[in-house]
């Protein structure tokens, strides 16, 4: 089945823990991108990916790092987390070509206490 | 550069009634755009997309859009609104000049009353 995955669900954790939220898909997609959904402000783009080395910043990337080292996984990194972060994350990927729809993962709700 | 703007952050509608989401779009190419919808504790999923074919759309669940090309615009509709069609909706746009970039929309809360 055609999905894309993510890990955890739900996490909590505390002020300057590190932290990864993994992301994999199985499509072979080479666009992948992460967003942020808070309340009243929709879905922002946090980082995106064309290809494999290369990853490039969406509209809110600070205090977030991410890595593409294989075309499936493409995990996102927070070294210090902060309250301000606490939010519903979503992963998605799709084959490049604007026409393309996004295939999206169920989300990781994370709060930083 | 690309743009999508929903008017109205929460629609409410009684079961059966049209249910009508706004979306209005800017580009400098010719657009593809796209309704997402989110239902609760769900990632997004397609409702439907225009890619230059023909201007009425159709997706699943009922719903269809149309893309109005001289009013930039791309809403949403569905004739008889069901108690299921409670969700969060996204539009997006993305354009055919070759930089793939969707941009999203803040989303509109479909809230449907029995």
């Known amino acids: 089945e055609a999905q894309v995955t993510q890990n955890p669900r739900y996490l909590i954790t505390v002020t300057g823990k590190k932290l990864t939220v993994t992301c994999s898909q199985n499509m072979n997609h080479e666009y992948m991108s992460w967003y942020r959904q808070d309340p009243g402000l929709g879905l922002r783009q946090i980082y995106y990916s064309m290809n494999v080395e290369v990853t490039d910043k969406g509209d809110v990337p600070e205090g977030y790092k991410v890595s593409r080292k294989e075309k499936r996984n493409f995990p996102l990194i927070l070294e210090s987390p902060s309250p301000n972060q606490t939010s519903l994350y979503f992963c998605?990927?799709?084959?490049?070509?604007?026409?393309?729809?996004?295939?999206f993962g169920s989300g990781t709700q994370l709060s930083v206490l | 550069a690309q743009s999508v703007t929903q008017l109205g952050s929460h629609v409410s509608v009684s079961e059966g009634a049209l249910v009508l989401l706004r979306c209005n779009y800017s580009s400098s190419v010719p657009p593809y755009l796209f309704w997402y919808v989110q239902y609760p504790n769900q990632g997004l999923q397609l409702l439907l997309k225009?890619?230059?074919?023909?201007?009425l759309v159709k997706g699943i669940n009922g719903f269809e859009a149309e893309f109005k090309k001289s009013e930039t615009s791309f809403h949403l509709t569905k004739p008889s609104a069901h108690m299921s069609d409670a969700a969060e909706y996204f539009c997006?746009?993305?354009?055919?000049?070759?930089?793939?970039?969707?941009?999203f929309g803040r989303g509109t809360s479909l809230i449907v009353h029995p």
């Open positions: 997006a746009v993305s354009d055919s000049g070759g930089s793939y970039i969707p941009t």
């Open positions: 225009y890619t230059s074919a023909a201007t």
């Open positions: 998605a990927s799709s084959f490049l070509s604007g026409n393309e729809k996004l295939f």
